[in-house]
Nanobody, 125 residues
Framework: QLQFVESGGGLVQPGGSLRLSCVAS????????ITWFRQVGGKEREGVSC???????YYIDSVKGRFTISRDNAKNTVYLQMNDLKPEDTAIYYC???????????????????WGQGTQVTVSA
């Protein structure tokens, strides 16, 4: 069974840091593009950061310079290091996977085949 498990979320003060982990089971992650999305309430999920199977990384403007995505294929895990967190980063964070995502689809949730259950990140004083 193909599955993702996200962890590392929690409550943090503005300016703080968290590291999210996304562990895959049932498949090897190394041939997949992995993207972190986030969702607030009933709003549509927003793509945040992507790491392609070949290594290139992408970020939305609002997190550039603060978030870093990385992957450890040996551990079948993708990480999202989040620094200088802001209240507007509060959301449920999900990881998603697909092989060979087209560049124009990176931030489209409909392009992804597999999703995790999400981990809550709350940034508040």
């Amino acid at each position: 069974q193909l599955q993702f498990v996200e962890s590392g979320g929690g409550l943090v003060q503005p300016g703080g840091s968290l590291r999210l982990s996304c562990v895959a089971s049932g498949f090897t992650m190394d041939s997949y593009d992995i993207t972190w999305f986030r969702q607030v309430g009933g709003k549509e999920r927003e793509g945040v950061s992507c790491v392609r199977s070949g290594g290139p990384t992408y970020y939305i403007d609002s997190v550039k310079g603060r978030f870093t995505i990385s992957r450890d294929n040996a551990k079948n895990t993708v990480y999202l290091q989040m620094n200088d967190l802001k209240p507007e980063d509060t959301a449920i964070y999900y990881c998603a996977a697909r092989q060979n995502v087209n560049p124009w689809e990176i931030w489209l949730q409909s392009a992804y085949s597999f999703w995790g259950q999400g981990t809550q990140v709350t940034v508040s004083a």
